[in-house]
């Protein structure tokens, strides 16, 4: 553990870091929301048990037998939103961003998805200025980007406590096709508005850090055009694609760039008690910063560390604390069986359709920015010959 201030510390040690993450919503909540004031401490305390339920309810309907369902869709959208490409020179990362978008607002809103990715975007443009800045007004300053956040922030509860009211006032409960009938079927009810606050959590979550997860796979295909082949002769021939079962090449590409790439490189969470962790004592409101990142580099744990090997999943097992792409304990990711699949379908699927030709993927280079992703990477998604 180290610190640079009075009030944050850094953990780089799994033993640590698992405490700290199977500890949170007792000893620890997690990080602050924007704007959140001087009784965010209380409040996101006070947020625990209703988010908790939640999860409960969501987290059969994002399991792996669940996730199976949309497999076709998931391989139906990324042939879409590449085709549109059209072999043409692109910023992967907003493709990329645009897939998840889609693919997530399906899984949560089925027909009804229209307009959501959409807005997912304007989300994501508004708070990009909020993960690089230095410093963060308060909420009432006028300034442009608080604006531009608090007016998309108001047109997205808008939207969605309108899909939710109207699903609600369908005549007939039907079989659950999307999260959202799911949430409307629970036991006890779900208010309209907590039903709305954990679709949003669901969208969020499923956006922009899996687009940053593909978009450091295609940095690592690009760079190495044998391992693309190997994926494609995985995949089979472009007409059909193998059962997400048959992919264990392309999921331990996807195993291993979260290892070296994890999206969410590092997370906050803040103390709620007094608390003791290894020989520091912290008070309520200090921060812990947990970083994967630099635990998945760390040469106690992962033999050749900074080495891009997929074949050290043949017989990886990784300890408690040492792999954590998707965090651990109480607030592991609600998505991460969904990530999987969809990743590990389209690892497959780009290696199968494409040649990558992306000059700048070596340079691009993973940026601290939000999520961690290669910065600035530009790709041409050429269609491989049908038959070769
Ligand atoms: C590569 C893909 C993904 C990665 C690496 C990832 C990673 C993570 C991590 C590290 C956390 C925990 C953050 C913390 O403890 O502070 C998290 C939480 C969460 N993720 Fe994911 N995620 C991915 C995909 C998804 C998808 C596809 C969904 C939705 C379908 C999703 C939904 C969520 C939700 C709702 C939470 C909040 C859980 C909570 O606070 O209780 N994630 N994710």
Redesign the pocket.
């Given at each position: 553990m180290f610190s640079f201030d009075d009030r944050v510390v850094f953990t780089i040690d799994p033993r640590l870091t698992h405490q700290v993450?199977t500890a949170t919503n007792h000893d620890y909540v997690?990080?602050l929301a924007p704007f959140a004031g001087s009784s965010a401490l209380h409040a996101a305390g006070e947020m625990i048990g209703p988010?908790m339920r939640a999860?409960r309810v969501v987290r059969p309907a994002?399991g792996d037998a669940a996730a199976s369902g949309l497999d076709g869709r998931i391989v139906a959208i990324l042939d879409a939103v590449l085709d549109r490409t059209a072999g043409r020179d692109v910023d992967v990362l907003p493709v990329m961003l645009d897939f998840a978008g889609q693919a997530?607002a399906e899984?949560c809103l089925g027909e009804d998805a229209a307009g959501i990715p959409e807005l997912l975007a304007a989300n994501h443009a508004a708070l990009l200025p909020f993960e690089d800045a230095d410093y963060q007004l308060p909420a009432w300053v006028p300034s442009p980007r608080n604006r531009r956040f608090v007016r998309v922030h108001r047109r997205t509860v808008e939207t969605l406590t309108r899909l939710v009211s109207a699903r609600r006032a369908e005549p007939t409960r039907r079989p659950h096709r999307d999260l959202l009938d799911v949430l409307l079927s629970a036991h006890p009810a779900m208010t309209d508005k907590s039903v709305t606050s954990t679709l949003w959590?669901?969208l969020v979550?499923?956006h922009g850090?899996?687009a940053a997860?593909l978009t450091s796979i295609v940095r690592e295909l690009a760079i190495r055009p044998r391992l693309a082949s190997d994926l494609a002769a995985e995949a089979g021939p472009p007409a059909g694609t193998e059962p997400y079962a048959r992919l264990p090449l392309a999921e331990a590409v996807v195993k291993e760039t979260?290892r070296l790439s994890?999206?969410?490189w590092m997370?906050?969470r803040v103390a709620c008690t007094a608390v003791t962790l290894g020989e520091w004592r912290l008070r309520p409101g200090d921060e812990v910063l947990c970083t994967p990142y630099l635990i998945h580099r760390d040469p106690r744990w992962w033999s050749q560390p900074d080495v891009f090997d997929p074949a050290r999943w043949e017989t990886a097992r990784p300890a408690p604390g040492t792999y954590?792409?998707?965090?651990s304990g109480s607030?592991?990711?609600?998505?991460?069986a969904?990530?999987m699949r969809?990743?590990t379908l389209a690892t497959s699927r780009i290696a199968q359709r494409f040649h990558l030709h992306a000059p700048n993927a070596v340079a691009a280079e993973p940026a601290f920015c939000g999520r961690l992703a290669p910065a600035g990477l530009r790709a041409e998604f050429r269609s491989v010959p049908f038959g070769l």
């Open positions: 993450l997690t990080e988010w999860r994002l997530v899984l959590s669901v979550g499923g850090i899996p997860a979260l994890p999206p969410a997370m906050t954590l792409p998707f965090g607030r592991y990711c609600l998505g991460a969904v990530a969809q990743l």
